[in-house]
């Protein structure tokens, strides 16, 4: 294993070549002179934020709420709110550009390398590669219509209520217009009305209509509520310890934003390293050297990640660092051997050795 400069990584050439997004399967031959290069990965760890915002906006009727309605506490003035409602934790590899690396495997069993974006390696001697466990994230949602967007707002408008130029009066004639949809509601109900409907389905239809315009004659005075969310990641490669770094904002009229812009609420990363990887001991607690020419990978640390906002902690996660880590090998001959060659996993978010086996051939 010898550890690669950029202009020896860029000379060299290789003959099973795809696209960066896609995996590389690269055989020791003697058109390579039996080199394989590959880069170990750092941990990047990804916070992902779901903000929600909510939009208030009072009534048009607003001031008449408790004389016609009983409502005490109508909604008087337009506001704007955000709040964390999640977060979530991931994490992932990216290239470490100081650890590069150069290994021979020369062998008649034409040892292989599978690698994948950014030259990381995922596995040697089978296709198969270790999956990243990630948690799912929350999709965005729009805001849904308010009753006042409704087609059944516009049906509850009557011509009196548009020829009016007295809110007073218009209030009058929804209080009123609503006193009547509860009227028919009970006649429906009671079985009284002068029309009912054929079947329980068409009963069903004119119900919701029915509530659908009460709804928005009572939002008039009320006022309406909406939320909707937003969804952004934001990525850090933790080199040490960070203590509450601010990594984004939330801003109730610009949305989830970048750290530097102070129009909304901080939201704080924190990492704790755990504990550090170590060098393998033998029995009598000897630091093991490193294999001669071997197959470098990494042996991570362990760091504790916390996000916090609006004075409360809002997601904590273990997770495996690389950088907190250190690098140790496995013997090329592992691979070569004619025999009984074996294979390895490799963890493509940290570089470790996740899983070696015999080849089954």
């Not at 991931?90 to 034409?110: C, E, F, I, M, W």
């Not at 924190?270 to 550090?276: A, C, D, F, P, Q």
Request: no cysteine; net charge negative; hydrophobic share 40%.
């Amino acid at each position: 294993m010898k550890k690669l400069t950029s202009t020896l990584i860029a000379a060299l050439a290789f003959t099973s070549i795809a696209t960066a997004q896609q995996a590389q399967h690269i055989t020791a031959t003697k058109a390579n002179e039996y080199g394989i290069a590959y880069t170990l990965p750092s941990t990047a760890v990804d916070i992902t934020i779901e903000a929600e915002f909510t939009r208030e906006e009072p009534g048009e009727f607003y001031k008449y709420a408790l004389k016609y309605l009983n409502i005490s506490n109508p909604l008087t003035e337009p506001s704007l709110s955000a709040r964390v409602k999640s977060v979530t934790i991931n994490t992932h590899g990216v290239p470490d550009p100081d650890k590069r690396y150069l290994v021979t495997l020369k062998s008649s069993q034409a040892p292989y390398i599978v690698l994948g974006e950014g030259n990381i390696p995922l596995a040697i001697n089978t296709e198969e590669v270790a999956e990243a466990k990630h948690t799912p994230l929350p999709l965005p949602q729009d805001a849904a219509p308010t009753p006042l967007q409704t087609q059944a707002a516009r049906q509850v408008i009557t011509q009196e209520m548009l020829q009016s130029h007295s809110s007073a009066k218009r209030a009058e004639l929804a209080a009123e217009q609503i006193y009547a949809l509860r009227q028919s509601r009970t006649d429906l109900i009671t079985g009284q009305a002068d029309q009912m409907p054929p079947d329980g389905a068409a009963m069903q239809l004119v119900m919701d209509n029915i509530d659908a315009q009460e709804q928005a004659l009572v939002a008039m005075f009320a006022g309406t509520r909406s939320t909707y969310t937003e969804v952004r990641t934001f990525t850090v490669v933790p080199d040490d310890n960070i203590n509450k770094q601010i990594i984004a904002r939330v801003s109730a009229t610009s949305g989830i934003v970048d750290p530097n812009d102070l129009s909304g609420f901080p939201v704080y990363l924190t990492v704790k390293i755990l504990n550090r990887g170590e060098m393998p001991v033998n029995d009598k607690g000897e630091t093991l050297p490193f294999p001669k020419g071997g197959i470098a990978y990494v042996i991570p640390g362990e760091a504790q990640v916390t996000v916090t906002a609006m004075g409360k902690e809002m997601a904590s996660k273990d997770v495996d660092l690389a950088q907190a880590g250190i690098v140790y090998g496995m013997a090329p001959a592992n691979f070569t051997d004619k025999k009984a060659p074996v294979y390895l996993l490799f963890d493509p978010t940290t570089g470790a050795a996740a899983e070696v086996g015999p080849v089954v051939k």
